[in-house]
């Protein structure tokens, strides 16, 4: 079982792309923050090579930091934090990515992270961008062992002063196997509006978004064991402390 929200002061999550936390966890994201958890998100690319019209490709990025930012606000999450260097499409659990990681990890000092599951979903083969493996495999290399291990990038503690730090827990975001389930039904609102901010990834699909939104999170619902006409959204939750 996860820690209960009550006991969490602060949650970071880690994805490869702007909108990725949105699809995956932003109806129980709206839930952290009602609860009065203080949430990050960390970014590992700008998106560049997304978008379904003719926006120049180098303007997507900041189009997209901005459509991040405002996905955020509407769940009530301020800090959006966007690492520099790293190519979408491009991504890879290197080590500079890792200690990139651990360096927000020490700085922010969660007891929870959101990640993406660094294990391929043959069942939605969609959710398994090779972008969102690596992010997941560098996240999770980087709660266990780095972010924990003074010995690992010791000149994040004498240069910068960032102490090490454990990871209480980690939630997967469309892992094969979910073990937890968030009722977002009072939330779907907030989450429909986070995103529709992201408007170059998001507008060509009209109203289908919100049915599309709706039918996956009746999915998760049913999978939970829950009745008809609640919405769901489903996690793997794996203790690391």
């Known amino acids: 079982m996860p820690l209960p929200d009550a006991e969490v002061e602060r949650a970071l999550v880690v994805t490869a792309h702007p909108d990725d936390v949105d699809f995956g966890a932003a109806g129980t994201i709206a839930t952290f923050v009602d609860a009065g958890i203080e949430v990050t998100y960390l970014l590992c690319t700008h998106g560049d090579q997304g978008g379904f019209d ?32 790293y190519r979408d499409g491009w991504l890879e659990p290197t080590f ?22 660094p294990e391929r979903n043959w069942r939605r083969i969609q959710a398994s961008h090779s972008d969102h493996l690596a992010a997941g495999e560098a996240a999770i290399r980087a709660v266990y062992p780095s972010a924990r291990n003074p010995h690992a990038w010791p000149e994040l503690i004498t240069d910068e002063g960032l102490q090490p730090w454990s990871v209480e827990e980690v939630w997967l975001m469309a892992h094969q196997e ?21 408007a170059t ?5 009209g109203e289908g978004l919100e049915a599309r939104l709706r039918t996956w999170g009746g999915e998760q619902a049913a999978a939970a064991g829950w009745g ?14």
Do not use: C, W, Y
């Open 178 to 198: 979910n073990t937890h389930f968030v009722d977002i039904t009072a939330t779907f609102e907030r989450k429909l509006a986070a995103l529709r901010a992201h």
């Open 54 to 85: 003719d926006t120049p490709r180098e303007q997507m990025p900041a189009l997209r930091a901005a459509e991040q930012r405002a996905a955020a606000a509407a769940v009530g999450v301020t800090d959006v934090r966007f690492l520099q260097g």
């Open 96 to 117: 500079e990515l890792q200690r990139d990681i651990v360096r927000v990890i020490r700085d922010v000092r969660p007891r929870r992270m959101l990640i993406q599951s």
């Open 228 to 241: 008809q006409g609640r919405l769901a959204e489903g996690f793997a939750v794996v203790p690391t402390a």
């Open 201 to 205: 990834q998001t507008a060509h699909l």
